[in-house]
Every structure is written in C-alpha cells, then in structure tokens.
DNA sequence: TCTGGGGTCCTAGGACCC
DNA sequence: TCTGGGGTCCTAGGACCC
C-alpha cells in the first residue's frame, strides 16, 4: 500500500500557528510581491476566493470579510514543513517528499496492521509535535492514495482525516466520484481532450481503450490507467539532486533601466550557485530571460532569453554573475519596459567529476572562497558576504504584510513572559 | 497601478554515426 | 524507374505537478 500525506491548506495553517487567534477564522497567503493567492483556509475558500486570485481585485472582499492577509513567508514555511516531514519519515523506511506539502509512504509488511489506526496516529503525532493539521490517504497505488487523500479532506468529519481504499468497491467507488479533471496527471487541456470523447470521471477513464490513450497521452498516460485500476505502476521518485535550477523574479515595478537588471540578473546567478553549491553540483550551461508585463496591453511586449554554453562547468557565484550579466547585455534592448527577470541553470554535474579543459577552466581559487562565502552566511545571515554587484538591499519585492520568522530568525523568536 | 515561482517527464524531429 | 538499416544524442516544446 501506499500513503500520501498532504497538509491542510499548509500556508495559510503555518501562518496561524503563531496566531492562534485566527483558527476559525479566513485567512489568505499571497505570492511574491502580494500578487496573487496562492493559499486559503477552509474559511476564506468558503467566502469564495479562488486559488490564483490576483490581490488587488478581492482586496473589498478581504476587508469585507475581515480576512488576514500574508505575504509569502517561504523560510517559514520550509522550516515547518521539514519538522512535519522528519515526524512521519519515522513511519516507513521509504518515503518521497512530493513537495512542500506532501509525502508519499511506502507501506510493505503492513498487512497485518490496522492502518485506519495507523493513519491517525500519523495525524496525531504532527498536529501534537507540530500543529499543522494533515489529511492521510491509503491505497494499492499512488495514483489511488491521491484519491484517498482527497477524500479524507473532502469529508474531514465522516473519515477523521483518514480514508483507506482497500477493496474492489472501493476502487469503483471513490474512481466514479472523482471528476475527470481531478486526476492526478490530467490538468486542463487533457481533460477538455477526455470530455470530448465521453470521459467524465476517473472510473470512464479506466475504461478507455489504451490505443487512445497512447496516442493522445504517451506512456505516461497508460501508466497512469494501471495505477488507477490499482495495479501499482508508479513507484517513489528518488529524491537526487535537481537536473534544474532557477532564480525568477517579477519587480514591483517596471523598470527600463540596464543597471537595475544587471544587478537582478547578477543576484539571481549568486542565488543559482549557492543552489549548486549546497547540492554539490556545477553547470555546464546558463540561461538569461527578460520579460516585458504580458497583463500590459498597452506596452509593447518584448519576451527573449538566451542560453549560454559555458567553457567550464562551475558553481562559483562570481563566474556565474559574469556570464549571466554578459548574456543579459546581448538581450537587453532599451525601448521596452521590463517587468520580470530570470537566470536558470541546467546541464548540471556533479562537483567531484568536473571536465578539464586544456586551456579555460573555472578558477580554482573561487572553490575556497566560496566555501567561505556559504560559511560566513550561514553563520550571519543571508547576503552578508556579496558581489559588489550586488544591491544592499535584499527584498526588491512588494511584501506588505509579512510574518516574523518565527522559526528561523533569532531576533523574530516569541518571547513568552511567566 | 496592481496578476508567482520552481520543478518534472515525455515526444518529435534533426543531426550525426557506422 | 529503381538508392538500407539501425542506432545515439540533443533540443525545443508541450503536458503536467505543487
């Protein structure tokens, strides 16, 4: 069997923790630069906020209804959701971290055990230890876990928070219940392509013939009819080093001016070694994109990138700024009014096994010192230690209503006075 | 005025090899 | 009139996920 873990609302539920007298109450979590919601609690989903929707045009609706609004808190939110993964790791020797949120559990040699008990003491165990509140779902493959999953929180009071699939009819059941576009695997354009031929459900899919969903879905599209029908075809991902890496940003502004985008596109490329760095990886190719704002009608819009191979694979922050500030002066045109920046690095090796070159290699004086760059921040916080091209200040985003790091930062810690 | 960020896998087609 | 067969690697783009 296979479990699959997923936090309830887990932004919005991590904002609440430190403030508690929000329980109960609608409580919404912003992107970056406050544009859109990108988390809701039961409450502000029932007020009829949608996943996506953009900040400013709910901002009656949230005044209205007296919602808390936040400002993403990512190092908030990994904090936690790294204690909530080492609490349930502890219930199999094999696990996947699907994503912030989420994990799979490979359950081999439970067959004897009481696994509704099982998944409540899961629950238990990380709202006790941690507070944020889990949903649990049980099933033969992971496709039918997702499933399960997504009746315990429909249902929170008649499951508790667990549901185990575990016969036939309850395969049949919970698969002619779940809408078609509510598959695991099937967004938007597959779903419209299901309809079109009478596939309403999870269970009419099960039933359409293979050479259609081959032809239309590839592989990945049989694999997921046997997961379905509860022949376990998905296994868990290894969890190994990224294969890419990225560092984008929209500005809180549009901007024109070569110098603010060079000195962007020189922290997002500190930002993508120190990624490397931290999974022991370099990369052997770069990639620099600028884009105009696509909701602006009005302007005329301007999307390029460029992708640079390098001489020599490197994960030193200074060489990686050179080569990405350079790529950005050749895509950079002056007339256009920019709204988003970003460099992505791939073609990633590992450190250890680098490729020389006879005559151009990265420096090696740039691997102790970077060393030192990572320690010094480590120890005194992020950006101490920059490149000169670099800006001082560290948030060039629109992040009104921020929560302290509770958790993270040392001056942010709640005092509790007895 | 204002609309996020970061990933994965698969496929088709082209260039190239013997 | 008529011109093989079998591979690999790379890239761009499309679908998906949270």
Redesign the pocket.
């Known amino acids: 069997m296979f479990a699959l873990v997923?936090c309830n609302n887990?932004y919005a539920s991590c904002e609440r923790l430190f403030r508690p007298e929000l329980n109960g109450k609608p409580v919404v979590v912003?992107?970056?630069?406050?544009?859109?919601v990108?988390a809701r609690s039961n409450e502000a989903k029932a007020i009829g906020i949608p996943?996506?929707a953009?900040?400013?045009?709910y901002?009656a609706l949230f005044r209205k209804h007296s919602v808390s609004v936040f400002s993403?808190n990512f190092p908030l939110y990994g904090d936690l959701s790294n204690r909530v993964m080492q609490i349930l790791s502890e219930y199999s020797p094999e696990i996947e971290i699907?994503?912030?949120?989420?994990l799979f559990l490979k359950l081999v040699g439970f067959d004897f055990f009481d696994l509704q008990n099982y998944g409540t003491s899961m629950r238990e165990k990380v709202f006790t230890w941690t507070g944020i509140p889990i949903s649990v779902g049980i099933a033969p493959s992971k496709a039918l876990s997702?499933l399960a999953n997504r009746i315990a929180k429909k249902y929170p009071e008649k499951t508790a928070g667990v549901y185990i699939i575990d016969s036939e009819e309850k395969i049949i059941k919970a698969l002619k219940w779940l809408k078609i576009e509510d598959?695991?695997?099937?967004?938007?354009?597959?779903?419209?392509k299901l309809k079109a031929i009478n596939v309403f459900s999870a269970y009419d899919f099960t039933l359409t013939n293979d050479a259609w969903i081959?032809k239309n879905m590839?592989?990945?599209g049989i694999?997921l009819k046997r997961d379905l029908q509860g022949l376990p075809t998905l296994d868990l991902?290894s969890l190994?080093?990224?294969?890419?890496?990225?560092?984008?940003?929209?500005?809180?502004?549009?901007t024109n001016d070569l110098n603010y985008l060079e000195e962007r596109v020189s922290t997002?490329a500190v930002?993508c070694a120190e990624?490397l760095r931290k999974q022991q990886s370099c990369c052997n190719?770069l990639l620099v994109f600028i884009h105009t704002?696509g909701?602006?009608q009005d302007l005329a819009q301007y999307h390029q990138h460029i992708?640079v191979?390098l001489p020599f694979p490197t994960n030193s922050s200074i060489e990686l700024s050179q080569f990405a500030t350079a790529a950005l002066k050749k895509i950079f045109q002056a007339e256009y009014q920019y709204?988003?920046a970003?460099v992505?690095v791939q073609?990633i090796t590992p450190e250890y096994q680098k490729q020389l070159s006879v005559f151009n290699n990265s420096n090696e004086l740039h691997a102790p010192l970077m060393k030192a760059f990572d320690k010094i921040n480590n120890i005194f916080g992020q950006q101490k230690i920059r490149l000169g091209s670099q800006d001082r200040r560290i948030w060039k985003?629109k992040q009104e209503r921020l929560s302290p790091r509770y958790t993270t930062k040392l001056s942010d810690i709640i005092i509790v006075k007895v």
């Open positions: 997923d887990f912003l992107s970056n630069n406050d544009g859109c990108i996943m996506g953009p900040a400013y045009q901002d993403a699907y994503s912030i949120d989420e997702k598959v695991w695997g099937i967004g938007s354009q597959l779903s419209k081959k590839g592989i990945v694999r991902e190994g080093a990224k294969k890419n890496i990225a560092t984008t940003r929209t500005f809180d502004r549009n997002f930002a990624k190719s704002n909701h602006r992708l191979q709204k988003k970003g992505m073609d985003m």
